[in-house]
């Protein structure tokens, strides 16, 4: 399929993208374009320096509403995001310890749509988020006619 898409790119919206663009997205080489948000710049820098053409990794957390915020870092951080973790709830998950609060950092948030604009992102085909509960926030604000996939 990866041909038909050479002159119009599938593109991809990925936000949180800890570790990096899923793999299965390969398949379609140069005729993906992906933007990847991650809140924690260093993983963007780590990522960039692997990306494949096409690929790029912003190092920007993305909400349903721009301004600070507070991000809260867990010892698992894939479990980091906007919203601290309801304890009394994961608490009684056998990786509890997964979301246990190692620190907290102010960030500067933006919608989606500001980061659209500001980056020059067309209106993605399919979009992924991985937010740690923010995930209505973002899709609340943001304009998703013509997305084909969530």
Not at 56 to 70: D, F, L, M, N, V
Not at 113 to 126: L, N, S, T, V, Y
Request: charged share 25%; proline share 5%; net charge negative.
């Amino acid at each position: 399929l990866a041909p038909h898409f050479a002159d119009s790119p599938i593109i991809i919206v990925d936000i949180g993208a800890r570790w990096g663009l899923d793999t299965r997205w390969a398949l379609f080489g140069p005729s993906v374009k992906a933007y990847c948000f991650e809140a924690d710049a260093a993983e963007c820098e780590r990522l960039n320096a692997l990306a494949h053409p096409g690929v790029t990794y912003i190092p920007e957390a993305i909400s349903g509403k721009a301004g600070q915020a507070t991000f809260y870092k867990t010892r698992f951080k894939e479990s980091s995001g906007l919203y601290r973790t309801n304890d009394v709830f994961f608490g009684r998950l056998l990786n509890s310890a997964n979301a246990e609060l190692v620190s907290t950092e102010e960030v500067r948030t933006v919608t989606l749509e500001q980061a659209r604009e500001k980056h020059g992102i067309p209106m993605p085909d399919f979009l992924k988020l991985d937010v740690e509960g923010a995930e209505l926030d973002i899709m609340r604000t943001a304009n998703l006619g013509g997305t084909f996939g969530l």
